[in-house]
């Protein structure tokens, strides 16, 4: 049984910094790659990164890309997302996801966290 815990999220002033971390146990090499997804109220869930653990290859969309950086530590079972140059608009919920499709589409992942919370304002 995969089960995903995130932690981390907090209210920060845009500009700021924030690392998320997503826990993990019961994970199957079947199932490889970790993604990070967030959802804004009245919008719908948003991919951001991914990172394959066989491979360390990371991906990022657009909208975050020179901004967040994706990592793991293997002995800890552990991935971050570290959160840097925060904007009002990256104020979401983020979910940690656990998937055996690469891509950031949300029918990709089949085990989800329960999300902790982001907040950017001043």
């Known amino acids: 049984q995969v089960q995903l815990v995130e932690s981390g999220g907090g209210l920060v002033q845009p500009g700021g910094s924030l690392r998320l971390s997503c826990a993990a146990s019961?994970?199957?090499?079947?199932?490889?790659?970790i993604a990070w997804f967030r959802q804004a109220p009245g919008k719908e869930r948003e991919g951001v990164s991914y990172i394959h653990s066989l491979f360390d290859i990371t991906y990022y969309s657009d909208s975050v890309k020179g901004r967040f950086t994706i990592s793991r530590d293997k002995a800890k079972n552990t991935v971050y997302l570290q959160l840097n140059n925060l904007k009002p608009e990256d104020t979401a919920v983020y979910y940690c996801?656990?998937?055996?499709?690469?891509?950031?589409?949300?029918?990709?992942?089949?085990?989800w966290g329960q999300g902790t919370q982001v907040t950017v304002s001043s």
């Open positions: 019961g994970l199957s090499s079947v199932y490889p790659i």
């Open positions: 996801a656990n998937g055996n499709k690469w891509g950031l589409e949300v029918r990709n992942y089949d085990y």
